[in-house]
C-alpha cells in the first residue's frame, strides 16, 4: 500500500522521464515534485467528492477544498509526515469547514461575520510574512523563485477575497474559513503542534 503513495509514484515516474529525455536531468527534481502535488490532488479530491456524495454537499465540499487547495499549492504549509496521516486529516478538516459554513451560517451573518472579517486581516498579514512554507522542497526554489511564489500567494489570497463577494452566504463563510485555516498551517505553533502529533504516533 505505501508503494502506491504520491511520493512513490512520483520518483518513479520522473525516472522515466529523465530515462528518456535526458536533457530534463537538471529539472528531475522540480518534476517529481510537481506530479506528487498533481497525484496528492487528485486522491484528495476523489476522496472529498465521495464523502461529500453521502452527505449531499458536493458543491459547498468541493468550492472549500478549491479555495484552501489553490491558496496552499503556493503558500505551502506544515503538514504531517505520513502521507495517509495528511490525506485523512486533510479532509477531515474540510468537511468539518464544510458543515460548519452550511449549519452555521445563519449565526455568521447576525453576527459572528465581524470576527472572521478579523481573522481574514490576520491571516493575510500571515501570509504577506510567513509563505512560502515549503520545508524540504525549500532547497528546489531559488531565493528568486520564493520572492515570486509569496507574491502569487498573495495574489491568490486577494481572488479568492474577490470570488467570495460573488457567491452565496455558505459558500463565502466556507472559503473563507478555508483560507484561515490554510494560513494557519504556516504559524510556527501550528509546525509545532504537527511535530508533536508525528512523534506521538511515530512512537514504537
Avoid at 32 to 61: H, K, T
Avoid at 64 to 93: D, N, P, V, W
Avoid at 148 to 155: E, L, P, T
Amino acid at each position: 500500500m505505501v508503494k502506491f503513495t504520491p511520493n512513490y509514484l512520483s520518483k518513479k515516474i520522473s525516472e522515466q522521464i529523465i530515462y528518456y529525455n535526458p536533457d530534463f536531468r537538471s529539472r528531475q527534481d522540480s518534476i517529481r515534485y510537481g506530479l506528487e502535488w498533481m497525484l496528492a490532488a487528485i486522491n484528495q479530491i476523489l476522496l472529498v467528492f465521495i464523502i461529500a456524495c453521502y452527505f449531499d454537499c458536493v458543491i459547498q465540499a468541493m468550492v472549500i477544498l478549491s479555495a484552501g487547495g489553490f491558496l496552499r499549492m503556493f503558500s505551502g504549509g506544515s503538514h504531517f509526515k505520513g502521507y495517509y496521516s495528511c490525506l485523512f486529516f486533510s479532509t477531515f478538516q474540510i468537511m468539518v469547514i464544510t458543515y460548519i459554513s452550511i449549519e452555521f451560517a445563519f449565526h455568521f451573518s447576525r453576527g459572528m461575520k465581524w470576527m472572521l472579517i478579523g481573522l481574514i486581516v490576520l491571516s493575510f498579514f500571515i501570509i504577506l510574512k510567513k509563505s512560502p512554507k515549503l520545508h524540504k522542497k525549500m532547497q528546489v526554489f531559488s531565493p528568486q523563485q520564493r520572492t515570486k511564489i509569496k507574491y502569487r500567494s498573495i495574489g491568490v489570497f486577494l481572488g479568492l477575497m474577490l470570488v467570495s463577494l460573488l457567491v452565496d452566504s455558505q459558500l463565502q463563510y466556507g472559503i473563507w474559513i478555508a483560507m484561515i485555516m490554510q494560513s494557519i498551517t504556516l504559524t510556527d505553533s501550528w509546525h509545532k503542534i504537527i511535530l508533536s502529533f508525528d512523534k506521538r504516533f511515530n512512537k514504537k
